[in-house]
């Protein structure tokens, strides 16, 4: 099998242990068929458990096995304790859900819902499936419509969580979440894309209505539903990695609806797509582990070994192995087109050849690629007919463009480029273009009405140059890396509703279309040489930003930081002349709320406009990289990253991760210059102590690592 053979062998055997325990857990009444688990690695049992999030559903399963055999007790405890707040937080998913979809129901707005309330349904108790958020498909005439409805009823938008095809909502009150897809494929396009949109699972004359709790939903015909659980299930293979509750899910649903299924429709799908194969070897599974009801393989079950321990071994390093499955989506970008199937190998050469450069890739890296191999996943034996053309006439015209050009009012930079806008970005740089010709504008913002993608609901809303968006404000469409485009959904609404939006989300899209990547994070410089800090929010990015700042350093950018490569090394662009602050930060740094601009009520955000003196006056290069973690412990670690690890850290933290599947990846500009970020610039994990103050500490380290 592979160099880790006999370690792959002990998770196959740990996952057919843990399969068993979920068959006793979910499809038998407390008793067990099973004298004899050939696992009882009860660590890598429990990291199963909490991976697949049936925490709750198994305990009682552990519970009893206990008393037979011997479960430790320290992981009995801690399975019981995670399983009970997993139930909660599942009671309490469920409880928004219905409230939800009561409320929808009783205000006629119409969606169709998806995937885990769906499931969830399914199983004894809907609080075992928990769900992060809740799944809803909208179409394009009733958009606006549920958009009002969300806002009506506290939902807001989250930024962070958002990417063109599935802007998520989440309420301000109860924090349930919302994932509203304009498209069931995401951001994958392709060949294969094509072929299954033409299969009609979004037709309304499949929309069935099932009952849920006391009210019901709006979902996908049972045929259609199918289709679609087998191509996200088959995606995650490819290119994440699945958890075991999907194959729990894919039970539950063909027990319960398999006769309402035609199973020759099922197969001629599976087949025009070249997913049989991986549909034989995963519905065989399901039968062979979980005995779901072997009518949808009409005789095609096959128990072969191989693949059978290349599927086990996927879902095991997976759930096991969180550093080698970050490092197979951070350098495994080039699989993504076998999700939609493509026809053109050159890009994925050249990023095969870039991540040679970084040695071995690990175990989960290894297993996955064999078993998708093995499954004719790769799409090189069955050439799939190439996607038609968008017609001319879905875009503006060259008069209209031009039309708008002249509407340009103000003058800006930010991100290396010059900015000419229809409305007042003061916070920006402002630009004197007396003397300055035309010709050197590399964007420009200004209202349209009617963007095309709205006019034409059948374009692509996002390829190589096109992507669009929408808010509850305006509508937003990018494009050719040179143009934003605006519409208002009421004329009455305040451009600053719409500012952070254009500041944040558009120019980033549009950095990406030009092939510059951007960095969540704060960067600030002092004789030529950045140092950039890294981290979620709340992590301290602002803190470090503003202590070197104290030492003399200017910033260069705040949250989010574009990165260009000039005669070969990474340099930091200048940004937008503003500091972000949380309201513990703002505190810290001795603001008042008053003295301070909020720009995101959600998340209690605030900035501080800057002077041209407060910022760094040009460009920088980057000296030194710093990813901050708070830590539990009361000590302070701070661990230089190389290679694989290096490129994994700067991965995790670009911004709009999303925007980049449509080509399977990070475009090869954008792939080349995280590269050279992670191989010639120093990158330094910070844990740091929550129980005691390290900042000082902390703080002498970046000022050392930068003198070094």
């Not at 709750?56 to 399983?83: C, F, G, M, Q």
């Not at 504008?441 to 095309?452: A, E």
């Not at 004789?527 to 200017?554: F, N, P, Q, V």
Request: charged share 25%; hydrophobic share 35%.
């Amino acid at each position: 099998m592979a160099e880790d053979s006999k370690t792959g062998m002990i998770r196959y055997n740990d996952s057919k242990t843990f399969l068993q325990i979920a068959f006793e857990s979910f499809f038998t009444n407390g008793g067990s068929s099973c004298t004899y688990y050939d696992s009882q690695n009860w660590q890598i049992l429990y990291n199963y458990g909490i991976d697949s999030a049936i925490m709750s559903a198994t305990y009682p399963t552990i519970e009893r096995l206990s008393k037979e055999i011997n479960v430790p007790k320290d992981i009995l405890e801690k399975w019981k304790e995670k399983a009970e707040e997993e139930y909660t937080f599942g009671k309490h998913q469920n409880e928004c859900f219905m409230e939800f979809m009561r409320k929808a129901n009783e205000e006629n707005v119409s969606f169709v819902v998806f995937k885990g309330p769906v499931i969830a349904n399914l199983y004894k108790d809907p609080a075992l499936r928990i769900s992060s958020d809740t799944d809803i498909y909208v179409e394009i005439e009733n958009q606006l419509d549920v958009l009002n409805f969300l806002e009506r009823h506290d939902y807001r938008l989250d930024p962070n969580r958002s990417n063109s095809q599935v802007p998520v909502y989440e309420n301000t009150k109860n924090g349930h979440r919302v994932e509203v897809h304009y498209s069931l494929w995401e951001e994958h396009f392709g060949p294969r894309i094509k072929l299954i949109e033409e299969m009609n699972i979004t037709n309304p004359e499949h929309f069935i209505q099932i009952p849920v709790g006391d009210t019901f939903v709006t979902t996908f015909g049972h045929q259609e539903h199918l289709l679609y659980q087998m191509f996200h299930f088959i995606k995650h293979l490819m290119v994440e990695g699945n958890e075991f509750r999907t194959l729990v899910d894919l039970c539950f649903f063909i027990n319960k609806y398999g006769d309402e299924i035609d199973f020759d429709l099922f197969w001629k799908q599976m087949d025009t797509l070249g997913f049989t194969k991986a549909c034989e070897t995963i519905l065989s599974a399901a039968v062979r582990y979980l005995h779901m009801k072997r009518d949808i393989l009409q005789g095609r079950l096959t128990f072969d070994i191989t693949d059978d321990t290349y599927l086990l071994l996927n879902y095991s390093n997976n759930a096991t192995s969180s550093y080698d499955e970050a490092a197979f989506l951070d350098y495994c970008a080039f699989m993504d087109p076998y999700v939609g199937g493509s026809e053109d190998t050159e890009k994925e050469k050249q990023l095969l050849q870039n991540i040679d450069q970084l040695g071995e890739n690990g175990v989960m890296y290894f297993f996955r690629i064999q078993l998708l191999h093995r499954l004719h996943l790769t799409n090189r034996e069955k050439q799939l007919p190439p996607i038609a053309p968008l017609a001319p006439d879905v875009f503006l015209s060259q008069e209209q463009i031009t039309e708008a050009k002249q509407h340009a009012k103000h003058y800006f930079r930010a991100y290396g480029l010059t900015i000419a806008s229809e409305i007042d970005m003061y916070e920006l740089f402002p630009l004197d273009v007396s003397n300055m010709d035309t010709k050197d504008i590399d964007v420009y913002i200004h209202f349209s009405p009617r963007p095309d993608s709205l006019n034409h609901p059948d374009t692509r809303k996002i390829s190589e140059n096109y992507f669009w968006f929408q808010s509850v404000e305006c509508r937003y469409v990018i494009r050719n890396g040179n143009e934003i485009i605006l519409e208002k959904t009421d004329e009455a609404i305040d451009d600053k509703e719409i500012k952070p939006f254009i500041i944040s989300h558009c120019l980033v899209y549009l950095l990406y279309m030009r092939g510059i990547p951007t960095i969540h994070s704060s960067t600030v410089a002092l004789d030529e040489a950045a140092i950039t800090i890294m981290g979620d929010c709340g992590a301290g990015k602002s803190t470090y930003s503003s202590l070197l700042r104290h030492e003399g350093y200017k910033l260069v950018a705040d949250d989010i930081t574009a990165i260009t490569i000039e005669n070969g090394i990474p340099v930091a662009q200048l940004s937008v002349p503003q500091q972000k602050y949380t309201v513990d930060t703002a505190e810290k740094e001795g603001f008042s709320l008053s003295d301070l601009e909020c720009v995101d009520e959600v998340r209690q955000k605030y900035r501080l406009l800057l002077t041209d003196e407060q910022m760094y006056p040009h460009p920088v290069p980057m000296k030194a990289i710093f990813a901050i973690f708070p830590d539990s412990e009361d000590n302070l670690e701070i661990i230089k990253l190389e290679g694989m690890e290096a490129l994994q850290i700067i991965s995790r933290n670009l911004f709009n991760q999303g925007y980049s599947n449509n080509l399977g990846g990070l475009s090869v500009e954008t792939f080349q210059t995280v590269l050279a970020l992670a191989t010639q610039v120093p990158i330094y994990k910070v844990l740091r102590p929550t129980k005691r103050d390290a900042r000082q500490e902390i703080l002498d380290f970046m000022l050392q690592s930068v003198k070094k």
